[in-house]
């Protein structure tokens, strides 16, 4: 799927401490969500979603992520990509 262009949604986490490592699993097989990162820094992890609306982040982000007992502190943002490695330039923005 080329995305290059479409704006894409994503989730920051900051999980509590003594969260296990596989906090993020039951998000695995979500009809969302395109990918999951552990990440260093201010945030523990990332998720890529495959949503078309502000609404739907947002029921994704309060129904599911924020149901999990683990997850302490959420971000999102949406990003759109203008090109990757493989050349495939984006020239508008």
Known sequence: MNTAGQWQAWVNIKWKPGTPVDAWSKWQ???WVKGVWSTTG???CS???DVKTPDELEQFVW?????NQWVEQTQTHWAKQWWDA????KKSA
């Open 29 to 31: 097989n979500n009809q």
């Open 63 to 67: 129904k599911e992520v924020r149901g």
């Open 86 to 89: 493989r050349g495939d330039w």
């Open 47 to 49: 998720i890529w979603l």
């Open 42 to 44: 201010d945030w523990d």
